[in-house]
Each structure stands twice: as structure tokens, then as C-alpha cells.
């Protein structure tokens, strides 16, 4: 699978910045799936996990409390109103 840059920003900072290959969250339209190459778009983002995955095929897993998703041709970014890291 192809990697892609994910950002994950709130107003306390940036939360995760790297390389991924899938990201998974819940959208106002429900469930998304964004991997690489996928059409740009911007939608608003419910309370929901933030579920993403490496090139290794680990993942981590966060919680958002709702945003605005950005996806572009070759990065992706969460604005997220709040976001913990679920360990």
C-alpha cells in the first residue's frame, strides 16, 4: 500500500504528524476510509475513534470529540475540537 502525510492538529498542538496508509473516522455521512490517492474533499467530522495505520501494519487509535477532515492529493488533515490518544 502507498503512504500518504496525516496531521492531526487541536488547539493544544499537534497531536500526530507522519506517514500512514489508511485513515478511519466517522464523517457526518458516516464512516470514511482514506487511503492514498483519494479524491480531495472536506467534511465535518463527528465525535467518534480515530483509527489509522502504518506501512507495518500497526495501528493507533484516538478519540475525537468532532472537526473538519482535509484530504488532499497527497496529505490528510484532522482538525480535531479535542483529541486523546486511546492506549
Request: hydrophobic content about 40%.
Amino acid at each position: 500500500m502507498k503512504e500518504y502525510s496525516l496531521t492531526i492538529s487541536s488547539p493544544d498542538g499537534n497531536y500526530f504528524q507522519g506517514n500512514v496508509v489508511a485513515l478511519y473516522v466517522r464523517g457526518t455521512e458516516g464512516e470514511l476510509a482514506v487511503l492514498a490517492g483519494h479524491v480531495p474533499f472536506v467534511t465535518a467530522i463527528v465525535p467518534c475513534k480515530v483509527r489509522f495505520e502504518f506501512l507495518d501494519c500497526t495501528e493507533r487509535v484516538g478519540q475525537t470529540q468532532g472537526g473538519i477532515l482535509s484530504v488532499d492529493k497527497d496529505s490528510v488533515t484532522l482538525l480535531s475540537s479535542s483529541f486523546e490518544w486511546i492506549e
